[in-house]
């Protein structure tokens, strides 16, 4: 029997069961599918010679996370590659803001724009060195943040109080309104915060729009090299090399519960596989509360406010082999390895508001990723091995466009899509589609077969929205990875800090069940000793 069963070989379920393998626990990692990974793969399904990103692709939380860094990765063959540019967002008139890890390069794109906005971008920068290793303690650890929490209050305190968190509440367009007077900034900061579902009116959206550029400043947005599965495959490695076991094509169906414990998981096969300390489940908060573990274990409160859960965008994913590098009329953007295409913040602004509407966007704010000019290993030698995605409603009430999609994602309608993001990009890009080799074309229906978590094919596991974050994540009152059965423990995106590849859902999953065996001896010698000493005054 294992100490632990792990739901899920996602980069989260696999950090978690390497750091209980690490404590001594034994582990059995049980995957749906037919290879581990879940948002973190890659395949040659486009081209034979092409390289190809099924889901994630870059990796800036992962170069920030501790959690990842202790694991030494490294040591497992993992290598990381780079762009020469990070990031770049070009508008039609030629322009071009540009995202370099050299702030220098950063702060001279923005002055193009409009002068003294280069500097405005070095204060924000400056203000982010402050409170870099207290956000990263508090982002990395378990809600509340106790400790680290403290030290970031001291930091705040340090960088302008009350003043810094109005700043980090603010939308996104009105942060970008503050700090700039020229676009270029705008834009480097909203299209950031659209990498998640926060629309440049959102509340917040200012505070996560400048972290994700500020780890693109610092760490820039880089890829493993050869593919996002030599991640995976490190980890596996790793895993192996301590005595843990991945099983694919295992399908879990139910959390077993006895004794309002939970003991551990049942397959679709039929098979019971036992848990004699812990089980970990790297699985949405609503498949795990809605489907694998009965409603009869689980408070009325929760599963009422489960109902309430919302999901984060749908989306949209394109992959391509091209023959030549994309034909971009702002040259500065060839060198970059995530390119954002919209027509500026109102462009975005549009964009998020159709989505609101149930609306399919008609110009889709197109997220577009170059990875052979990041990882040449990628593709043949003066090809590109490239994909791009956008977001759709989860339900969709008409279309923006003239085409009358629906939202069914059948196969006419997933092709239509697919030449409206093709249609975007060759507004940047005359010529693109000249180069097209072939692609693939993945929908959301198609996105959430291939990983159960991408539910419609969201991808970070739940909204960033304030409202489910921190304790309101994945409800109101929780925030942690323990669950209201003893045993189980949320090891998901659906947990805090929420989506991207940095494994701190899965680390603190297993610290808590490593935590709860540590004290658990000591709460029964002390029920023990207050037994004794009842029956002793008998």
């Not at 322009?95 to 220098?104: F, N, T, Y």
């Not at 956008?390 to 085409?403: I, Q, S």
């Not at 603190?508 to 001896?521: G, S, V, Y």
Request: charged share 20%.
């Amino acid at each position: 029997m294992p100490d632990a069963v792990v739901v899920g070989a996602g980069p989260n379920g696999l950090v978690a069961a390497n750091l209980l393998a690490d404590a001594g626990w034994s582990v059995e990692v049980l995957e749906a599918q037919n290879e581990p990974g879940g948002a973190c793969r890659h395949d040659r399904g486009v081209d034979a010679d092409f390289a190809s990103d099924l889901f994630s692709a870059f990796y800036p939380l992962a170069a920030a996370s501790p959690v990842l860094a202790a694991l030494e990765l490294e040591r497992e063959g993992l290598g990381w590659s780079h762009a020469p540019k990070v990031l770049a967002h070009p508008l039609r008139d030629g322009r071009c803001a540009v995202l370099s890890r050299d702030v220098e390069e950063t702060a001279t794109s923005l002055d193009v724009f409009a002068p003294g906005d280069g500097a405005a971008w070095k204060d924000l920068r400056e203000l982010w060195e402050t409170l870099r290793p207290g956000i990263l303690d508090a982002l990395f650890t378990p809600f509340p943040p106790v400790v680290a929490g403290a030290r970031l209050a001291l930091r705040l305190r340090a960088a302008g109080g009350l003043r810094m968190a109005r700043t980090m509440v603010l939308p996104v367009r009105r942060l970008g309104e503050e700090e700039f007077r020229g676009e270029g900034g705008r834009l480097l900061l909203a299209g950031n915060a659209l990498h998640a579902d926060l629309a440049p009116e959102a509340a917040g959206s200012g505070g996560f729009g400048w972290l994700m550029s500020m780890l693109g400043q610092t760490y820039g947005f880089p890829v493993p090299t050869g593919g996002s599965g030599e991640l995976t495959g490190a980890l596996v490695r790793r895993l192996a090399r301590r005595g843990g076991a991945v099983r694919c094509g295992e399908r879990v169906t139910e959390v077993v519960v006895r004794g309002g414990r939970a003991v551990g998981v049942r397959t679709a096969g039929g098979e019971a596989v036992p848990a004699g300390r812990a089980v970990l489940a790297d699985v949405s908060a609503p498949a795990l509360y809605g489907s694998l573990v009965a409603a009869e274990h689980l408070p009325g409160r929760l599963l009422a406010d489960l109902k309430r859960f919302q999901w984060d965008f749908a989306t949209f994913k394109v992959d391509w082999a091209l023959d030549g590098p994309v034909p971009w009329s702002s040259p500065e953007a060839s060198q970059a390895g995530t390119v954002h295409l919209a027509e500026g913040v109102d462009g975005l602004t549009r964009f998020a508001a159709q989505i609101a509407m149930g609306r399919v966007p008609d110009a889709p704010f197109t997220i577009f990723g170059q990875m052979t000019t990041t990882d040449p290993s990628r593709s043949p030698r003066g090809t590109e091995s490239a994909w791009a995605y956008t977001h759709v409603p989860h339900h969709v009430r008409g279309d923006a466009g003239d085409a009358g999609l629906t939202g069914v994602w059948d196969a006419r309608e997933q092709e239509v899509m697919a030449d409206r993001v093709e249609a975007q990009v060759e507004r940047y890009a005359p010529g693109f589609r000249a180069l097209v080799r072939s692609r693939r074309v993945l929908g959301p229906p198609s996105l959430e077969r291939l990983d159960a978590n991408l539910h419609g094919g969201a991808i970070n596991g739940g909204t960033t929205a304030m409202h489910q974050q921190l304790v309101f994540r994945p409800s109101p009152g929780t925030g942690r990875p323990e669950t209201p059965v003893p045993g189980l423990y949320l090891a998901s995106a659906s947990a805090h800090p929420g989506g991207g590849v940095h494994g701190a859902p899965g680390a603190n999953a297993a610290r808590a069940a490593l935590r709860r065996q540590r004290t658990a001896p000591l709460a029964r010698l002390q029920s023990g000793l207050t037994r004794r000493d009842r029956q002793g005054r008998r």
